[in-house]
């Protein structure tokens, strides 16, 4: 079945030290986005791109980078992850941007930081 | 991005019919309605979306107001199975506008 992949689904880390989690997807869509969503909160878009054009959300902090580097991989970089980044991330696809379309969503990946 | 309203959290029995409303009075000519739920340890997962008419799928039934400024989600019969966050969500018809969620409404369904 074509799908959304996340990997690892529970990742650990320390404080400060650099991590990435990866998304695949096999449904060959031009879009992919990355959520961080914390307890009991929604889903809070981080970026997105669309094909190789990178879109960053104006409050997406400087400590949360993203790498596309074909269309089926996406990657999220924390690169000095605080005790606050302890979240579920959440990977997603569409065909093409815009409305009407439906997003596919991975299983998410929990990030615990130490 | 047009805002919606939700009522936070939601109860019903097994086996009846749920009405999950959603108020956008702010909503746009071109403004998509959409609905997706997620299941606890989920992703969320689409479940409806329509722009003017009433919309029918396997899992529910979007009713849209004729002033477009409400929708109502519709699952026919409930099963323990949809108990979840459902978010109703609006997103520019056009353009490069990502879905952008709101907080949703937490339904219990009881056995």
């Known amino acids: 079945d074509a799908m959304v992949i996340q990997n690892p689904r529970y990742q650990v880390t320390q404080f400060g030290k650099p991590v990435t989690l990866s998304c695949s997807q096999t449904?060959?869509?031009?879009?992919m986005y990355w959520y961080q969503q914390k307890s009991s909160q929604a889903p809070k878009l981080l970026f997105h791109?669309?094909?190789?054009?990178?879109?960053n959300e104006a409050d997406t902090p400087d400590n949360f980078q993203s790498r596309r580097p074909n269309t089926s991989f996406c990657f999220l970089d924390i690169r000095s992850p605080g005790l606050g980044d302890a979240a579920m991330y959440l990977c997603?696809?569409?065909?093409?941007?815009?409305?009407?379309?439906?997003?596919?969503f991975g299983p998410g990946t929990r990030l615990t930081v130490l | 991005d047009a805002k919606t309203t939700q009522p936070n959290s939601m109860e019903s029995n097994e086996e009846e019919p749920v009405h999950l409303p959603c108020n956008h009075s702010t909503i746009s000519g071109t403004d998509y309605i959409h609905w997706y739920r997620q299941l606890p340890s989920q992703g969320p997962e689409y479940v409806i979306h329509g722009l003017t008419s009433n919309v029918n799928n396997r899992m529910a039934s979007l009713a849209i107001a004729e002033d477009r400024k409400s929708s109502t989600l519709i699952l026919h019969r409930a099963t323990l199975r949809d108990a979840a966050v459902y978010y109703c969500?609006?997103?520019?018809?056009?353009?490069?506008?990502?879905?952008?969620f709101g907080k949703g409404t937490r339904l219990s369904v009881i056995a």
């Open positions: 969500i609006l997103s520019y018809g056009s353009g490069n506008t990502p879905l952008v």
């Open positions: 449904l060959n869509h031009n879009v």
């Open positions: 791109y669309y094909d190789k054009d990178f879109n």
């Open positions: 997603a696809t569409s065909r093409v941007p815009g409305g009407y379309n439906e997003q596919f």
